[in-house]
């Protein structure tokens, strides 16, 4: 992690795949600690937010995860907030 944080990978990313449950949960342990976060997937479509996010944007992002496809109408009304609040704060 320290290495990605010091920007040593550019802009490239870490998309952690076929993680166990205790790989999952030594990974979420020091992602929380550094106050990062990561996309993992599980299974062969089963996707997970590991680490620390603020209410809102995980709130957002595992609606996001959970759809093939959506759109700021779709998470304001599903959420039910403003679409402006959707598209710009969430």
Known sequence: MSRLISDEYGNRYIVPTGLNDNQKENIEGALERK????IAQMGK???VLLGSLNNYHR????????NDK???RD???TLGIEPNTSGTSY
């Open 59 to 66: 709130e957002t992002l595992q609606f996001a995860l959970g």
């Open 75 to 77: 998470l304001s009304d």
């Open 35 to 38: 106050d990062l976060s990561v």
């Open 70 to 72: 959506t759109t700021a």
């Open 45 to 47: 479509r089963q996707r």
